[in-house]
Structure formats: C-alpha cells, structure tokens
C-alpha cells in the first residue's frame, strides 16, 4: 500500500461540495470513482478540508492509500484524462505513510473575488460577487488589518462548532483592486493556520459592509470582540471564494 | 423617432448565436425582448455583424430605432437590470439617422483564447480552446505576419458566400502567450477592414497546425495563394473567439 498526495483543482459551479453526500454530484464522489476507473480498487480520499457547494478550488490538497504502482505522473495523465471537465490534477507525489490532509496542514489561502460598479462582468459571475456600487477599498484594507494577528473568531464562524477553540492566527487580509477585461476586480486574501466554518465569507461579507460606507472602519474591530457572529456582516456568496493552496511541514 | 447605438457584450456559451432563430435563445431576441419591456415597443435590433453559436461578445455595436424619450444613462440602467445575466451593455448613445451598425463599420478586432500543455484551466473552459501540446508560439507570430495586408482570403472563408468580393485588409495577427492563474494561455487577434464568414476560427486552425509542429512557417503562405478552404487548417471551435470591438467612422 502507498501513501499518496495530490494538489487539484475544481469549478465548485455544479458541485454540491467536496464531501460524499448519497445522490449528490461532489469532487470527492468523483474524483474517487475516477481513481477506482484506473486502479480497479476502491479508494477513500480525503482533503485538506471540506468545501461547501458552489466553492472553488485553485490548490487543494488530497491524500490517499493506493495498491497500484503507476509512477505519480502515469497517474496525473490517467486522471486528467478521466476525470470531469471541472477537476483538473496537477501533481501527484508519495506522503509519509501517516500523512492526514486535514491534521497536517499548517497554512491555508483563501481567495474572494468580488466586482464592484454599475457594469457586471458577466465573463466572470460564477466565480465572483457583484457589488452594485463602487468599493472603498483603502477604507477596506485599512479595516482588513485589524483582523491580522491571533484573535477569537467567534463572530465570524458560522453556526455550531465541534471546535475546541476558536482562536486562529490570521497572517494576511489583503485588499486589492485589479484591472480586468472590461471592469475592475477586487480581491480578497486571507493567510491563516488554520480556519472556522464560513469565516473567509463572513469576513468578506464584514468588509464589504465598510466597502460600501454602511459602516466605519472600527466597527470591524468591535465584531471581532463581540465574539457573536449576530455582529457581522452578511455571509458572502460562495461562488466567489477559492481555496488557493495549502502549506504543509511534511 | 431616434436613433440609437449601444455597445454590449455577451457571453456566447448559451446562446444560438446572435441572429433570432425560430425556437432558439438568442442574443438578438433577449435584446428586443429586454427593450420592448423598457419602452413598451418592439424594436429591430441589428448588430454589427452576427456572431455564430457559442461566440462571445466583449464590444458588439447594434443599432436601433426608438420613441423611447428615456436619456442614454437610464436607458443603461433599465436595460442591465432587465438583461439576462449573460448580456451587458456598456453604453448607449444617439447616432445619425441613418445609421447601420453593418455597413458603418470600418475596422473590427476579434481575440481567440487558447491553453496549451497538459493541465487543461478548466475555469476557462467555456472561454477557451485547449491543444494538449505546447505550442509554438514563435512559429506561429512568423506564420501570422504572413497574413497581414491586403489579400484575398478566399481560403479562410468557410461555405458559399454572396459576398462580392473575399479580398480584406489585414491590419495586425497577434499571437502573444500570457500568464494566468496556474497556465499559460495563448491570445491570437485579428484586425481586419472586414472579415469573411468563419475567418478568423479558420486563421486559428492553420495556426495551430503551424504551432503543433505539423506544418512549416511558409505553408501559411501556400494556404492563402491557394484561394481554396480546403487548403487551410481545421476550424478553430466557436467558445475561444470574442469580438472584441468595432470601429465606426461616424
């Protein structure tokens, strides 16, 4: 038996998410039964984390144990040619036999696209959010950087939590705006070791809440004190939000 | 009555095409559609030229008649709120009586979007054509100068036309690759006084023969002095090419 990992990429788009869920389209679903197609055994794979429906994926990482004893860029033509038009493999590379996508990763990016003005960019709306006036988006990095360092992100979490804390170090929120095609983008960057469920959305819809002028800088940092998710902004859709990379010491 | 122009684009991917089909989802019809609904009248709508199922629009022109009194910025408004979401307009404008978006125009520019190698961008996949080989793309920039100035592009049409002459001005072919999120892709554009039926998908085909390694540099040239369709390459497929703008001299 080898311990394999992978770094792919998906169109959350027709995707009900990551994880098996009977009679639902998912990326685990799929890209399983596509490496039982090649190996002819069945085969668990598990990923860095669990992404919701309609989320992208630039670098997730995925790990699985496998009898077969193709070469690792065998398997990486193997599986692209088999696999759906949405998920596309890059690498493929032997792990230590113990290796867990979720436990061992130390560092995760996420990135949330968003355009912003009277002109949506229709190239680009399922893999972004439209905002229908222009962002502040000095205001927006100026409020991102209260959000850097090791807080509680309790009002950013969503829902009930198994959790034992809800501490996380944030290393980066960058802001930008980007020239396009035919309209500006801005992006949304988030660096941490580790993140709650729906938190880059939260944050991301907390932002925009100051993008727009609703609401001053500071309120940013009183959300984060409150530790009560009733104090954020609006859950950011999914659509806009990729799972960039992950970092791992092994 | 006023006369007006407007310049729009579309995404192509669910669209029969511009011309209004019996049945068909097209943009034309989603245009008047959308415009009888604002102004309460039906309206012709021509465009500048018709762009095939699956072309995608950046800066199409169209042209038409209106009672409707409302100012160019509402009529913007009005229209990207009732819209599908798959058409945008930039702006509309008061143009001379008679104007005709098809026999006005002067200058066009189309762009064909192409990904190389063995990692498909399956974020751009509705937006693009993926060769499975690296291609050549100093090969093909010496191969594109061959097809600039006035020629007779007869081998590049495809199917009988009524047009009176295939001869066109050429102003630029360029081929330049460029960076993106995790691939490369390659951009071909073409300016031209006029373009015949299907001219410049088949331009892409003969250059990605030239691109592949499957034919030398000069037998571009071979191809054009043939003045015969079957002379060229295979027809690139209608989801990489944008029209990107029409130039007017009124």
């Given at each position: 038996m080898r311990s394999l990992r992978s770094t792919i990429a998906y169109d959350g788009t027709h995707f009900a998410g990551w994880q098996r869920q009977p009679g639902q389209r998912t990326v685990q679903r799929a890209f399983e039964e596509t490496l039982q197609k090649i190996t002819g055994e069945a085969t668990c794979v598990t990923a860095s984390?669990?992404?919701?429906?309609?989320?992208h994926a630039l670098g997730q990482v995925v790990g699985f144990n496998t009898h077969c004893m193709y070469e690792p860029d065998v398997l990486v033509k193997a599986l692209n040619a088999q696999l759906p038009e949405d998920?596309?493999?890059?690498?493929?590379?032997?792990?230590?036999?113990?290796?867990?996508?979720?436990?061992?990763?130390?560092?995760?990016?996420?990135?949330?696209?968003?355009?912003?003005?009277?002109?949506?960019?229709?190239?680009?709306?399922?893999?972004?959010?439209?905002?229908?006036?222009?962002?502040?988006?000095?205001?927006?990095?100026?409020?991102?950087?209260?959000?850097?360092?090791?807080?509680?992100?309790?009002?950013?979490?969503?829902g009930g939590s198994s959790r034992l804390t809800s501490v996380r170090t944030v290393y980066e929120v960058l802001v930008e705006r980007q020239g396009c095609e035919y309209t500006d983008r801005v992006v949304i960057e988030?660096?941490?070791?580790?993140?709650?469920?729906?938190?880059?959305?939260?944050?991301?819809?907390?932002?925009?809440?100051?993008?727009?002028?609703?609401?001053p800088i500071e309120w940013v940092s009183e959300v984060l004190t409150a530790l009560d998710r009733q104090a954020a902004g609006q859950v950011a859709p999914a659509q806009g939000l990729f799972l960039m990379w992950v970092k791992y010491d092994c």
């Open positions: 984390g669990r992404t919701d429906a309609g989320v998920i596309v493999v890059f690498d493929v590379a032997t792990a230590p036999d113990d290796f867990d996508p979720i436990r061992d990763a130390v560092r995760k990016r996420y990135r949330y696209v968003l355009h912003d003005g009277r002109i949506p960019n229709i190239f680009d709306r399922q893999f972004s959010w439209h905002i229908w006036q222009e962002l502040d988006v000095a205001a927006m990095q100026h409020a991102a950087k209260l959000l850097e360092g090791k807080h509680d992100f309790a009002s950013f979490e969503t988030v660096e941490a070791d580790g993140f709650l469920y729906n938190m880059v959305r939260n944050i991301v819809g907390t932002l925009v809440q100051v993008g727009r002028g609703r609401r």
